[in-house]
């Protein structure tokens, strides 16, 4: 079974400071996909970043950025520069290439204070 | 203009009655998703839709139907609607099955009474 894994419920980082958001994840697939998504509290979905498996080179969208270990089936994602607009759940999320399927982490609940 | 759409955002019912949920996807993409999310904020697919076909049937009660009139729509019948059905529901889409990245409506919170 694939699984994705949130291991923080909660975090809180201070405006203008980095905050990395860990996610591991499980599956016996070599070809996938990983995204990060952010849901704000208006209920909409957003696509923050995304990284392909086969792909050694880490994925970075401005202030955002992963750290992807696929040996130790690792995907982080690192917010430089946090500000207020980024405070939001943060759901980690695989994509498997077999399935098609969407597997969603539990969430991280991120709390920006100005 | 919205990528992908739903209606109602909002839906309160009382349990044993019949609703839909309908989304409508302009990015011209060919699969489109149903999505629940619970209470604890946990997001589990339920449907999906390639050109019309359904690829994707989930462990879901019967009660729930999927609807894909055409390519840039699929709705979401539910009979008999419980407690437990209450939750808020995502529509998404993209371009194929498997490889890209998958654009969410607004959801729908639907409240079973």
């Known amino acids: 079974a694939q699984t994705v894994t949130q291991s923080q419920p909660e975090m809180s980082v201070q405006e203008a400071e980095t905050v990395t958001l860990s996610c591991t994840y499980d599956?016996?697939?070599?070809?996938?996909?990983l995204f990060w998504y952010k849901q704000p509290p208006s209920r909409q979905m957003i696509l923050v970043i995304r990284q392909e498996a086969y792909k050694q080179q880490n994925a970075t969208e401005n202030r955002f950025s992963v750290n992807f270990q696929k040996a130790a089936k690792s995907f982080s994602l690192k917010i430089s520069d946090s500000q207020l607009g980024d405070a939001a759940m943060y759901f980690c999320v695989l994509l498997s290439s077999n399935t098609g399927k969407l597997i969603f982490g539990q969430g991280t609940t991120l709390q920006v204070k100005p | 203009d919205t990528a992908v759409s739903q209606t109602p955002k909002y839906l309160v019912t009382q349990m044993g009655n019949d609703k839909s949920i309908k989304c409508e996807q302009n990015?011209?993409?060919?699969?489109m998703y149903w999505y629940k999310q619970d209470s604890k904020k946990f997001l589990k697919i339920m449907f999906s839709y390639n050109n019309k076909e359904l690829i994707i049937n989930e462990t879901v009660p019967n009660r729930f139907s999927p609807k894909s009139p055409d390519k840039a729509h699929l709705n979401l019948h539910i009979n008999s609607l419980e407690l437990g059905d209450s939750a808020v529901y995502f529509c998404?889409?993209?371009?194929?099955?498997?490889?890209?990245?998958?654009?969410f409506g607004p959801g729908t919170r639907l409240t079973v009474l």
């Open positions: 599956t016996s697939e070599s070809d996938y996909y």
């Open positions: 990015l011209g993409h060919d699969t």
């Open positions: 998404a889409s993209s371009q194929g099955l498997a490889v890209y990245e998958q654009f």
